[in-house]
């Protein structure tokens, strides 16, 4: 009798256990997230370069199955850059501030590492729009307001930590995809474009993210 509740007691133990740690990744566990990015770059050559960048996005997503979480971001991101150049009146500063929206829609994939722990895949597609303004303090080049739009697609690894049931902190970095960007001056036709592929290493692709689960 003392074996067999000695038996039980330690199933119901591991069950516990079992729940607590992967309850966060089952289906059906939806995850209310946000995450976090800052960064400052700076360049000492020819053309010194400083630049700062605070990206916020907020998400929700759905489990859909064990480990696979479908969901979309909506993220506000904000850029401020200082260029040392030259024109035809000398060195000047050339000056760019953005503000861009994203809506994002995502998978990500959980491969857990331990009870605790597990290396994520994120893959993700969306689109981006918003305002810049460029000045520069010469009388040759004088001040533009744009507008901004576009396209991203890519993949993003990380690592996600759950010190609870209910807790997610997560952190990415880098990137490999497609990036394509244009930039039109306010009341002109001409618009300027450039698209990227590969992989992206910049600072700026660091994420940290605290996440909320509600499981079933």
């Known amino acids: 009798m003392k074996t067999n509740m000695k038996k039980l007691l330690a199933i119901a133990i591991f069950s516990i256990v079992s729940t607590s740690a992967f309850a966060q990744t089952s289906q059906g566990s939806i995850a209310i997230s946000g995450a976090f990015g800052i960064s400052k770059t700076t360049q000492d050559n020819a053309a010194e370069i400083n630049q700062f960048t ?15 979480e479908v969901g979309a ?29 994203s809506f994002v829609p995502y998978i990500t994939k959980y491969f857990l590492l331990s009870e605790k722990v597990a290396f994520t895949g994120h893959a993700f597609a969306g689109i981006s729009a918003g305002t810049g303004k460029i000045s520069f303090d010469s ?17 993003s690894p990380g690592l996600s930590f759950f010190p609870t049931e209910k807790i997610g902190i997560s952190a990415r970095f880098g990137s490999l995809g497609y990036t394509e960007f244009s930039m ?12 990227t592929f590969g992989l992206d290493l910049n600072a700026s692709t660091l994420a940290l993210g605290f996440s909320y689960y509600i499981n079933r």
């Open 139 to 155: 009388d040759f080049s004088p001040n533009a307001d744009l507008k901004l739009s576009g396209v991203q697609i890519g993949v």
């Open 73 to 101: 971001a909506v993220g506000f991101s904000h850029t401020a850059a200082d260029q040392l150049t030259y024109d035809s009146s000398g060195f000047g500063t050339f000056k760019t501030t953005t503000n861009t929206f």
């Open 184 to 195: 039109k001056p306010e009341g002109g036709t001409d618009s300027s474009k450039s698209s």
């Open 54 to 68: 605070v990206n916020i996005a907020p998400s929700v997503g759905y489990f859909v199955r064990d480990g696979l």
